[in-house]
């Protein structure tokens, strides 16, 4: 990593690496679209992976949601594929597949620390060194009503058990310890009887008293991910993640968000390269620039369609909006009073607090320039895509994002299953690869070796 003449990181030699982040069905997909592909038989994902696989993707990334998002007692239509647990999916893919990484995205505040590490350790194992684990927090208490939790420990406390949750599965994974390689014919990479140590914690939010039941796949662990922005969340990163799953995508906001992280990172006494920035990204290609801001613009519209629009405000509003017009003014009642929590998971954190504020704002801002609910809702709703542009245009702006230090690569958040990810890996990745930012070939076997991370115990 040298200095330009400007005084900002510059990296000649930075390559994009790339995963997908599939939510399941999510806000952003167009799974009612007649081309695509079943969002809940298995072929669907084995196609998928096996497709990044073709582009050389590092990961291949599931989301978790332990309740389905619902909208006035029923299930949200974004959530109309369900939420099948993601290791049960990722172990299915580690047969079918030979070196793409398998993340699975589980949460610290409601998962017990020796269940996990034991179900982690086995998709890493049974992967051959391919796993990682998304550590999140999960923000509702709606989530937490599914677990009899209801709104159990404030947002920050999440933080603190997520910590010491890390810090148990870590020494269980470590307590296998990889003394001896039994030598009796081939030498085989789990055959390390190794003693076995036994973990004691006990914290004020984890209490523990076990034996891990794996021994260590080649990577040594499975790949630690982090996803959440707040001061706790970056904490978490810096003091123990790999890879950095952000929500900083925008350029300004990708580089203040590097600097934020390095500043952190060095007080935890770790190197600048010890963390891959992954921040998510929707991308909409097309063959001109014209015909890719066109295509934008419909994904846009069928993203928000007219009863999405009004299910849309309905988690504002708390109450039922149906009577009203899409194409109409706002509804002129007021919402129901009381902050958004517990929320049914579809909002995001920072507008659930505010409600009244924001709802005054999109009031203002319709009136103003005359938006019906459905223009306001494509307009206000979150998910507009970050890259519009032809695959060469696309390539030049991520190889700025790479060579500059303000990313790593991005976790593609992908609008349309499988086409749109069918034009990155045929069309995208050539104009990388063309660019010299992007592998030819798979040069590792395992994930951390795909993002180049340093080795566990150098
Ligand atoms: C990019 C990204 C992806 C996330 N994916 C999930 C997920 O799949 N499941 C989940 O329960 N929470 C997910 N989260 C939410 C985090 O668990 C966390 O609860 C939330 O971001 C609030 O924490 P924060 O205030 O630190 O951002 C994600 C967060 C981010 C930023």
Redesign the pocket.
């Known amino acids: 990593m040298t200095e330009a003449s400007t005084g900002a990181l510059y990296d000649p030699h930075a390559r994009v690496h790339l995963g997908v982040?599939y939510?399941?069905v999510g806000p952003q997909l167009l799974w009612n679209d007649p081309s695509a592909a079943d969002h809940v038989a298995i072929g669907t994902f084995v196609e998928v992976a096996r497709l990044l696989e073709r582009g050389l993707f590092d990961a291949f990334f599931?989301?978790?949601?332990?309740r389905v998002r619902e909208n006035r007692g029923r299930v949200h239509d974004q959530d109309v594929a369900g939420r099948p647990d993601?290791i049960t999916q990722l172990s299915a893919l580690a047969a079918v597949t030979e070196r793409i990484g398998l993340v699975a995205?589980q949460?610290a505040?409601y998962n017990f620390p020796a269940d996990l590490a034991r179900r982690l350790a086995s998709l890493d194992l049974l992967s051959d060194g391919r796993a990682g684990w998304?550590?999140?927090?999960?923000?509702?208490a709606w989530?937490g009503a599914n677990f009899r939790h209801g709104g159990w420990l404030a947002?920050e406390r999440?933080?603190d058990r997520a910590g010491q949750f890390v810090d148990a599965v870590t020494a269980l994974w470590d307590a296998w310890e990889p003394d001896a390689v039994v030598a009796t014919g081939e030498a085989k990479s789990w055959a390390r009887p190794g003693s076995i140590g036994e973990v004691a914690r006990s914290t004020d939010l984890v209490d523990l008293r076990a034996v891990p039941t794996v021994p260590a796949s080649r990577q040594g662990r499975p790949v630690l991910f982090q996803?959440?922005?707040?001061?706790?969340?970056?904490e978490?990163a810096a003091s123990r993640a790999d890879v950095v799953?952000?929500?900083n995508t925008p350029y300004d906001k990708a580089v203040a968000y590097a600097a934020d992280l390095r500043a952190r990172l060095a007080r935890y006494g770790r190197s600048a390269d010890s963390l891959r920035i992954l921040?998510?990204a929707s991308v909409v290609l097309g063959d001109t620039p014209d015909e890719a801001v066109e295509r934008a613009r419909w994904v846009r519209e069928e993203q928000m369609s007219a009863p999405r629009a009004i299910t849309f405000f309905e988690q504002y509003w708390g109450t039922d909006l149906s009577g009203y017009d899409p194409q109409g003014p706002l509804p002129d009642i007021d919402p129901v009073e009381g902050e958004l929590d517990p929320s049914r998971?579809t909002i995001?954190?920072?507008r659930r607090t505010g409600k009244l504020a924001l709802i005054a704002r999109w009031r203002e801002q319709s009136e103003q320039r005359g938006l019906s609910m459905l223009e306001l809702a494509r307009q206000v709703a979150p998910g507009h895509p970050a890259f519009v542009g032809t695959p060469s245009q696309v390539a030049d702006e991520w190889v700025r994002y790479v060579r500059t230090r303000a990313v790593d690569g991005f976790?593609i958040t992908p609008y349309l299953i499988p086409s749109a990810l069918e034009d990155i890996v045929d069309k995208l990745v050539p104009e990388l690869q063309e660019r010299g930012a992007y592998r030819t070939a798979y040069e590792g076997e395992t994930l951390r070796e795909h993002l180049d991370l340093p080795p566990l115990n150098p």
């Open positions: 982040f939510t399941g599931l989301g978790e949601g332990l993601a995205t949460n505040t998304n550590i999140v927090t999960t923000d509702n989530t947002h999440r933080y996803a959440g922005d707040s001061d706790g969340g970056r978490l799953f952000s929500a921040p998510g998971g995001p954190i920072e976790n």
